[in-house]
Nanobody, 127 residues
Framework: QVQLVESGGGLVQAGGSLRLTCAAS????????MGWFRQAPGQEREFVAA????????YYGDSVKGRCTISRDNAKNTVYLQMNSLKPEDTAVYYC????????????????????WGQGTQVTVSS
C-alpha cells in the first residue's frame, strides 16, 4: 500500500522559511518522478515543483520560482520542498504526489498525471 506523509508545515511570518518533507512507503521512490502541489481555499490545485527520479531535473511553478527548491533522497524514500521568502499568498495546503506511470517518461506538471497523493500539510504565512 502506497503511503505519502507530508510534514513541516506551520505558521510563519512573511519573509520566513519552511522545509516540507514527504516520506513515502509502499513503493521504491527512485523509480518515479515526484511533485509538490498546493491548494488554497476556493482555488484549484496548483503546481509548485517537480523533480525527476534521479533528482537531476527540477521544475517550478511561476509563483514560486526562485524561492523554492525541491530535492530528494532516494535512499530515504523522501522528497523535500525548501521554501524561502514566503508570502501570504503562499498560504495553502501543500501536497506531495507520485507520478507512478511506467515506463518512466520524464516529469509532468499536471496534477491529473499524478497517481498517489499525501494528506497534505498546512502552510500559513502571516503578513
Amino acid at each position: 500500500q502506497v503511503q505519502l506523509v507530508e510534514s513541516g508545515g506551520g505558521l510563519v511570518q512573511a519573509g520566513g522559511s519552511l522545509r516540507l518533507t514527504c516520506a513515502a512507503s509502499g513503493l521504491t521512490l527512485s523509480r518515479y518522478a515526484m511533485g509538490w502541489f498546493r491548494q488554497a481555499p476556493g482555488q484549484e490545485r496548483e503546481f509548485v515543483a517537480a523533480i525527476s527520479r534521479s533528482g537531476g531535473s527540477t521544475y517550478y511553478g511561476d509563483s514560486v520560482k526562485g524561492r523554492c527548491t525541491i530535492s530528494r533522497d532516494n535512499a530515504k524514500n523522501t522528497v523535500y520542498l525548501q521554501m524561502n521568502s514566503l508570502k501570504p499568498e503562499d498560504t495553502a495546503v501543500y501536497y506531495c504526489a507520485v507520478d507512478a506511470r511506467l515506463p518512466y517518461s520524464g516529469v509532468v506538471t499536471f496534477a491529473r498525471e499524478y497517481d498517489f497523493w499525501g494528506q497534505g500539510t498546512q502552510v500559513t504565512v502571516s503578513s
